[in-house]
C-alpha cells in the first residue's frame, strides 16, 4: 500500500492543476500551451491510472482504503477523505482518464478556431469536468463521492452552455442542471438515511452493516440512489436533458456521453451491490425503467436526423441496457458494457464531429451523403463504431450486449422472459437507426450546397489519430470478456472485478442455448443492417407518417413536461410574485418604510426652535406624568 499513497492523490490532482493553470491563464497562454498543458495533466493521470491497474491487476496492490485526513468531525460525524483502491475503481480511472485524453487531443484541433480566451476557458472546463470524474470514482465514502457527483453536474451546465451568446444553448444547459439537482436530491436523501440508520457514510462501515437495516430501509435507500442514478444516467423521466446536451461543441459530447457523466449511475449502484442486491423492489424497479428507456430512446431515434441528436439517443438507450443488466443482478456486464460503450459511443461522436468539421457545421444528415471518398479515416472508423454497437461478433459490442441479453434469459419467470425478448428487439432497433445514420451520411450522392462540397476534407491528423485508436479500442475492447464457451480462460473482467463484485451463482443456461441466443441476435442485427442498406443506401425523401411524425418530435414528451410540469410552475411562481411578493410582501415592506418617513415629516415639525413652545412641552409633560402617578397608576 505504501506505494499507492505515493502517487494514487496525484490521478484527480493533476486534472485540477491544468484547470486551475488554463483557467488564470487563458489570456495570456497560447492556443498551444493550453492544448499542451490540458491534454498533458491527463496523459499523466492516465499513466499513474494504467500503473495502479497493473498493481492491483498483478495482485501486487490488491484493494483497500487510502487515508488523507478528516474531511468533516463533528459530534458523532466523522467523514473522512479517503480513497478506495480497488479493481472497480482502477478499471473506471484507465476508461475515463485514457478516453479521456483522447477527446483532449482531438479538442485542440477541433476548437482550434475560438479566441484564444474562450479556447483556455473551454480546457480548463475540461479538465475540471475529469478532475470531478476522477473524484467520485476514487471516493471512498458516499459523501467524497457526491462532491464528484455535484462536480459533474456543474462541469456539464459549463460545457454544455460554452457557446454562452446563444440563448438556447443556455437553455439547454440549465435543463441539464435542474434536471441533475432533481436527482441530486434523490441521492442526498440517501446518504442521510444510511447516516441515521449507520451512523456512517464509508462504504466499508454501510455494506458490512446491512444485517442492521430493516428490508424497508434498504428499499428506501436503494431506491433514492437509484434516483440520483436517473438523474445523471439519464432514465426515465429524467433522461431529456442529455440529447439537449448536444448544444456544447462536438468532443464535450463525446466527453459526457461516452466515457464519463453518464456512467456514473452505473458505477454508483456496481459500488453499492451489496445493498440493491439485497433489495428485489429496487432491482425490478431498475430493470423496468432501464427497458423502458432502451426501447424509448430506440424508437426516438429511428427517425432524427440531426447527426448528434441520433447518437444522443442511442446513448440513452445503451444506458437503459446497462439499467437492465444491473436490475437483474449482472452488475459486471453493466461495467462491461460501461467500457465497451465508452470505446464505440466516443469514436462515433468524434467521426459525426470530424463530419460537421468538413461540412462546415451542418448538421443534418438529410443534406449529407456521399462522404464516403472524400473522407476514408472518418468512414471506416464510423463503420467500425456502427458494427460495435450494432453488436456484431467480433467486435466489442457484441460481448458485452449479449452478456446483458443472457442476464435477462437466464433468470426463471415470464417477466424475465420478455424483458429478454423487448431487450433483443430493442438490439435490433439499434442496428437500424444506426446504419439508417451510416449510409445516409456516408453512402449515395451527396446533398448539400456546392460550396460545402467544394470544401470537403479528411480532418487533420490531431482529429483522425483519436479515431484510429477508438476504433482499434472498438474491435479488441470486448475480448476480456469473451464468455468461456468461445475461449478458455473468458470471462477475465468477471475474475478480475470479482473481489468487488462477487461472481454470480446460479441463472446459467447451457452451452448449446448460449450459442443459440448468440447466433439468433447475430442474425437479427444483420437482417436490421440489411433492411437498413435496402432503404438507405440510396437516400430517398422519408414519407412523413403520423407515427414517424410522433417519432421524429420525440413521442412530445417535451411538449408534455412543458404541459403538466413547466407551465403549472411557472405560472405558480408568476401567482406567487404577482399576488404574495409585490402586493403582500413588497407592499407592507415599502408601507413601513412611508410610514417611518410620514412620522418622521410630522415629529420634525415640533422642533421649531422656539424656546418657548419648549417650555410649554416640559410644564405640559409634568403635569401628564403626575396625573398618571396619582389617579391612574394603582
Not at 193 to 218: P, R
Not at 293 to 311: F, H
Not at 558 to 573: A, C, F, Q, R
Not at 614 to 630: A, G, N, P
Request: charged share 10%.
Amino acid at each position: 500500500m505504501e506505494h499507492i499513497l505515493q502517487f494514487a492523490w496525484l490521478i484527480p490532482l493533476l486534472p485540477l492543476v491544468g484547470f486551475l493553470i488554463n483557467g488564470l491563464g487563458r489570456k495570456w497562454l497560447s492556443k498551444s500551451v493550453i492544448a499542451t498543458i490540458g491534454s498533458g495533466v491527463i496523459l499523466a493521470s492516465f499513466v499513474f491510472s494504467l500503473i495502479l491497474f497493473l498493481d492491483v491487476r498483478g495482485g501486487q496492490t490488491g484493494s483497500g482504503v487510502v487515508h488523507y485526513f478528516d474531511f468533516i468531525r463533528v459530534g458523532n460525524i466523522h467523514i473522512p477523505f479517503d480513497f478506495q483502491v480497488d479493481a472497480l475503481s482502477s478499471l473506471f480511472l484507465l476508461i475515463i482518464t485514457g478516453v479521456g485524453f483522447l477527446i483532449h487531443v482531438y479538442s485542440a484541433s477541433y476548437m482550434h478556431s475560438e479566441p484564444t480566451e474562450h479556447y483556455g476557458r473551454y480546457f480548463a472546463y475540461l479538465n475540471l469536468f475529469v478532475f470531478s470524474m476522477l473524484l467520485l470514482v476514487m471516493g471512498a465514502n458516499f459523501v467524497v463521492m457526491f462532491i464528484g457527483w455535484e462536480g459533474v453536474g456543474l462541469c456539464s451546465y459549463l460545457l454544455i452552455g460554452f457557446w454562452f451568446k446563444n440563448n438556447d444553448y443556455n437553455y439547454a444547459a440549465r435543463k441539464a442542471f435542474v434536471m441533475n439537482r432533481i436527482g441530486d436530491l434523490g441521492f442526498l436523501l440517501a446518504v442521510f438515511w444510511l447516516f441515521a440508520k449507520v451512523g456512517s457514510a464509508n462504504y466499508s462501515d454501510v455494506f458490512s452493516s446491512l444485517q442492521t437495516l430493516s428490508g424497508t430501509d434498504i428499499t428506501i435507500i436503494t431506491l433514492l440512489l437509484f434516483v440520483g442514478a436517473t438523474g445523471k444516467s439519464a432514465q426515465i423521466p429524467l433522461y431529456t436533458w442529455l440529447p439537449d446536451a448536444m448544444a456544447g461543441p462536438t468532443p464535450v459530447s463525446a466527453l459526457i456521453h461516452a466515457a464519463t457523466m453518464v456512467t456514473a449511475g452505473i458505477y454508483m449502484i456496481a459500488r453499492s451491490n451489496v445493498l440493491f442486491t439485497a433489495s428485489p423492489v429496487t432491482q425490478t424497479v431498475i430493470t423496468v425503467i432501464g427497458l423502458a428507456t432502451a426501447l424509448l430512446a430506440a424508437s426516438i431515434a429511428l427517425r432524427q436526423n440531426d447527426i448528434k441528436k441520433v447518437l444522443a439517443y442511442s446513448t440513452v438507450s445503451q444506458l437503459g441496457y446497462m439499467f437492465i443488466a444491473l436490475g437483474t443482478g449482472a452488475y459486471v456486464a453493466a461495467v462491461f458494457h460501461v467500457m465497451t460503450h465508452a470505446f464505440f459511443k466516443a469514436l462515433l461522436f468524434l467521426g459525426s464531429g470530424s463530419v460537421i468539421h468538413a461540412m462546415g457545421g451542418e448538421q443534418d444528415i438529410r443534406r449529407m451523403g456521399g462522404l464516403k471518398e472524400k473522407m476514408p479515416i472518418t468512414y471506416w472508423t464510423f463503420l467500425i463504431g456502427c458494427i460495435a454497437i450494432a453488436g456484431i461478433p467480433p467486435f466489442s459490442g457484441f460481448f458485452s450486449k449479449d452478456a446483458i441479453l443472457l442476464s435477462a434469459f437466464a433468470h426463471e419467470g415470464m417477466f424475465h422472459q420478455v424483458v429478454y425478448y423487448l431487450a433483443l428487439g430493442g438490439a435490433m432497433l439499434t442496428a437500424f437507426y444506426m446504419f439508417r445514420l451510416f449510409f445516409t451520411t456516408f453512402h449515395g450522392s451527396f446533398r448539400g450546397t456546392h460550396e460545402q462540397e467544394h470544401h470537403l476534407h479528411e480532418s487533420p491528423a490531431a482529429m483522425t489519430i483519436p479515431l484510429v485508436v477508438l476504433a482499434i479500442l472498438s474491435i479488441v475492447g470486448g475480448w476480456v470478456g469473451i464468455p468461456e464457451i468461445i475461449m478458455e480462460g473468458g470471462e477475465r473482467i468477471s475474475h478480475f472485478l470479482a473481489p468487488v463484485i462477487p461472481l454470480q451463482e446460479g441463472h446459467t443456461v447451457s452451452h448449446s442455448t448460449e450459442w443459440m441466443l448468440m447466433g439468433t441476435s447475430t442474425a437479427l442485427v444483420l437482417l436490421m443492417i440489411g433492411l437498413a442498406w435496402n432503404r438507405y443506401a440510396k437516400y430517398k425523401e422519408e414519407k412523413e407518417t403520423a407515427l414517424g411524425k410522433t417519432l421524429g418530435n420525440k413521442w412530445y414528451v417535451d411538449e408534455l413536461y412543458d404541459k403538466v410540469i413547466v407551465h403549472p410552475i411557472t405560472s405558480l411562481g408568476n401567482w406567487l410574485e404577482e399576488g404574495m411578493e409585490r402586493t403582500g410582501i413588497d407592499a407592507i415592506v415599502n408601507n413601513v418604510g412611508r410610514g417611518v418617513q410620514y412620522l418622521s415629516r410630522q415629529i420634525r415639525l415640533v422642533q421649531s426652535g422656539q424656546v418657548g413652545s419648549y417650555v410649554l412641552l416640559m410644564v405640559v409633560s409634568i403635569l401628564l406624568f403626575f396625573v398618571y402617578q396619582f389617579f391612574i397608576k394603582k
